[in-house]
């Protein structure tokens, strides 16, 4: 056999052990995983012994939690903190379970919740515009703030103007136009920023604020301009 001829007897013993390489890697992995959850179960053992009760509720409101421990706790829990979340596992049915408890400001505000169409409808009553208007994990469209036109004040209308999640185009800006807040608007560095956008609304912007927006397509033409 040359040199650089394979060991067939090797081979064969490689191919024959590897499943149980893997067999024994993935129990390995699966010991480590147990081990790894037994001591941050400890951890937190420890860290809620120390703490007074409702120390030890705020802490466990901020960490990973389904529905039925939330229910377990129901009357202990801070709903103003469980509303912000991010580690829960939000859904329709999870929110309507306990939408007389929620903070509703909160959640409007929180970036986690599988925000939709049907979600933001199904509970119309309940949001704080306000609040929902800076969120930019909505599903924002031209169409979507039409839909619920009668729904946005002054102030949501301030938080749009900072919303750095909305669709930014000419054409959502000359729809709304009278109520952009221009501030704001102009400090925006998600605006598709470009000579033709600045000459449309030369007459709206604050152009101090404009003189500090990174995002305009700065050149020593458009200064002059």
């Given at each position: 056999m040359s040199e650089k001829e394979p060991d067939l007897n090797q081979l064969v013993n490689y191919g024959t052990s590897f499943p149980a390489q893997v067999q024994t890697a993935g129990r390995q992995l699966a010991i480590s995983a147990k081990l790894s959850q037994e001591l941050e179960r400890r951890r937190l053992v420890a860290i809620l012994k120390w703490t007074d009760h409702l120390e030890?509720?705020?802490?466990?409101?901020?960490?990973?939690?389904?529905?039925?421990?939330?229910?377990?706790?129901?009357?202990?829990?801070?709903?103003?903190?469980?509303?912000?979340?991010?580690?829960?596992?939000?859904s329709i049915e999870l929110i309507e379970r306990f939408e007389h408890r929620w903070s509703w400001e909160t959640l409007s505000k929180n970036t986690a919740l599988p925000w939709s169409l049907d979600l933001i409808e199904r509970f119309e009553h309940r949001w704080e515009w306000e609040k929902l208007s800076g969120n930019t994990k909505l599903p924002w469209s031209l169409d979507l703030i039409k839909r619920f036109e009668d729904r946005w004040g002054r102030?949501?209308?301030?938080?749009?103007?900072?919303?750095?999640?909305?669709?930014?185009?000419?054409?959502?800006?000359?729809?709304?136009?009278?109520?952009?807040?221009?501030?704001?608007?102009?400090?925006?560095?998600?605006?598709?920023?470009?000579?033709e956008l600045i000459e449309r609304f030369e007459h709206r912007w604050e152009w101090k604020k404009l003189s500090g927006n990174t995002k305009l397509p700065w050149s020593l033409d458009l200064i002059k301009r």
């Amino acid at each position: 056999m040359s040199e650089k001829e394979p060991d067939l007897n090797q081979l064969v013993n490689y191919g024959t052990s590897f499943p149980a390489q893997v067999q024994t890697a993935g129990r390995q992995l699966a010991i480590s995983a147990k081990l790894s959850q037994e001591l941050e179960r400890r951890r937190l053992v420890a860290i809620l012994k120390w703490t007074d009760h409702l120390e030890a509720v705020n802490f466990l409101s901020k960490r990973a939690l389904d529905g039925e421990l939330i229910q377990r706790f129901e009357e202990q829990w801070p709903w103003g903190w469980l509303s912000q979340n991010f580690n829960i596992p939000w859904s329709i049915e999870l929110i309507e379970r306990f939408e007389h408890r929620w903070s509703w400001e909160t959640l409007s505000k929180n970036t986690a919740l599988p925000w939709s169409l049907d979600l933001i409808e199904r509970f119309e009553h309940r949001w704080e515009w306000e609040k929902l208007s800076g969120n930019t994990k909505l599903p924002w469209s031209l169409d979507l703030i039409k839909r619920f036109e009668d729904r946005w004040g002054r102030l949501a209308w301030e938080n749009f103007s900072k919303n750095t999640g909305l669709p930014w185009s000419l054409d959502l800006m000359e729809s709304y136009e009278d109520r952009w807040s221009w501030q704001w608007v102009s400090e925006n560095t998600e605006l598709p920023w470009s000579l033709e956008l600045i000459e449309r609304f030369e007459h709206r912007w604050e152009w101090k604020k404009l003189s500090g927006n990174t995002k305009l397509p700065w050149s020593l033409d458009l200064i002059k301009r």
